[in-house]
């Protein structure tokens, strides 16, 4: 199991941006794929992006393109999340997962494909 704990939550206007943090401890960091997902009232959890064990490629889902950036700092167990141009419909809590299985090639994107998580931060985005 790793353990999970991410920062940099808070209250935004429309248009500003934020940048998240997920500091790791327990397993091989930099032997695992990383994702972000949110969550927002009422809705199911939804999958945000995710980086490879190595950095060298991301994936995001299509409303987070071209707006939101990862990133990994393997060196200090951490991975980013930086999202700009934020709109109200990006609230949420913002959570960070570590993929179970190690060197994985392809980016999962299915929360059922990352075994540990964090407790999550509050994104909230003002009109």
């Known amino acids: 199991q790793m353990q999970l704990v991410e920062s940099g939550g808070g209250l935004v206007q429309a248009g500003g941006s934020l940048k998240l943090s997920c500091a790791a401890s327990?397993?091989?960091?930099?032997?695992?794929?990383m994702g972000w997902f949110r969550q927002a009232p009422g809705k199911e959890r939804e999958f945000v992006g995710g980086i490879k064990w190595n950095g060298r490629s991301t994936y995001y889902a299509d409303y987070a393109e071209g707006r939101f950036n990862m990133s990994r700092d393997n060196a200090k167990d951490t991975v980013y999340l930086q999202m700009n141009s934020l709109k109200p419909e990006d609230t949420a809590v913002y959570y960070c997962?570590?993929?179970?299985?190690?060197?994985?090639?392809?980016?999962?994107?299915?929360?059922?494909?990352?075994?540990?998580w964090g407790q999550g931060t509050q994104v909230t985005v003002s009109s």
């Open positions: 327990g397993r091989t960091f930099s032997s695992i794929a």
């Open positions: 997962a570590a993929d179970r299985r190690p060197f994985r090639e392809v980016i999962p994107t299915a929360p059922a494909s990352f075994g540990s």
